[in-house]
């Protein structure tokens, strides 16, 4: 079958670079977006190449997870976070979680602060790397999988009965959690990652600001991971 690539790049591009816009959001001001959308475009072509219906993936979803992995694959190089960082994320992750269980509201940033011990201009800047982590692989930060390790759900392949059977527990974990949550809450997962939109996408649809909805999703997602790990106490 002939693929016209420059035909398929015209109709991706958009959507590689509003992936590119929402991951460059929080990142470090020598990651260029240009870079993110090359990397993508990368993706996108050896995607054409590689994709096989008979995995069951649509072609749509396929492209995705492969531009997504692609750039976050990219930003890893960087390595910019130190392990201070990596556990004050932890920290804060967890104070989100359960405050906003407790009071059924996002806290304010004095609030978190005051929690942790730590000045506001901390917290606002460690708020900004747990939200791109939760965005960069929403499996690991979910289910805190090894780094190298890519848990998909999307995607089939002839992998051994055991990781079958794994994907399907944390699955199965996963709709239980989700299930848990709240109608408002489900929705803007749902925008989010069913249907793809961009923050001020599903703004627009709430009524609210861009920065709330970044919150809210913050806070949801701490919220699902702590019930999944509840269940597997």
């Given at each position: 079958?002939?693929?016209?690539?420059?035909?398929?790049?015209?109709?991706?591009?958009?959507?590689?670079?509003?992936?590119?816009?929402?991951?460059?959001?929080?990142?470090?001001?020598?990651?260029?977006?240009?870079?993110?959308?090359?990397?993508?475009?990368?993706?996108?072509?050896?995607?054409?190449?590689?994709?096989?219906p008979r995995h069951g993936a649509t072609f749509k979803t396929y492209?995705?997870?492969?531009?997504?992995?692609?750039?976050?694959?990219?930003?890893?190089?960087?390595?910019?976070?130190?392990?201070?960082?990596?556990?004050?994320?932890?920290?804060?992750?967890?104070a989100l979680s359960e405050f906003y269980v407790q009071h059924q509201r996002l806290p304010k940033y004095e609030e978190l602060a005051e929690i942790l011990n730590m000045s506001v201009e901390d917290i606002q800047q460690i708020y900004n790397e747990l939200m791109l982590k939760q965005y960069m692989n929403i499996d690991e930060y979910l289910f805190e999988v090894q780094e190298n390790s890519h848990i998909n759900f999307d995607i089939s392949s002839d992998e051994?009965?055991?990781?079958?059977?794994?994907?399907?527990?944390?699955?199965?974990?996963?709709?239980?959690?989700?299930?848990?949550?709240?109608?408002?809450?489900?929705?803007i997962l749902s925008l989010r990652f069913e249907h793809e939109l961009s923050l001020k996408e599903i703004a627009e649809i709430l009524g609210v600001s861009e920065s709330r909805v970044s919150q809210l999703l913050s806070a949801i997602l701490s919220k699902l991971r702590a019930s999944i790990e509840a269940e597997r106490e």
């Open positions: 079958m002939i693929v016209n690539k420059e035909s398929i790049i015209r109709e991706f591009l958009p959507l590689i670079g509003k992936m590119a816009k929402d991951l460059k959001v929080n990142l470090p001001r020598n990651v260029e977006i240009d870079d993110l959308i090359q990397e993508g475009v990368i993706a996108l072509l050896q995607a054409v190449e590689k994709y096989d492209v995705y997870n492969r531009i997504k992995g692609a750039m976050i694959d990219y930003l890893r190089k960087f390595d910019y976070l130190p392990k201070n960082v990596r556990q004050d994320i932890k920290r804060l992750d967890k051994d009965v055991r990781e079958q059977a794994w994907k399907s527990i944390l699955y199965e974990q996963l709709i239980l959690a989700i299930n848990k949550l709240d109608e408002r809450e489900q929705l």
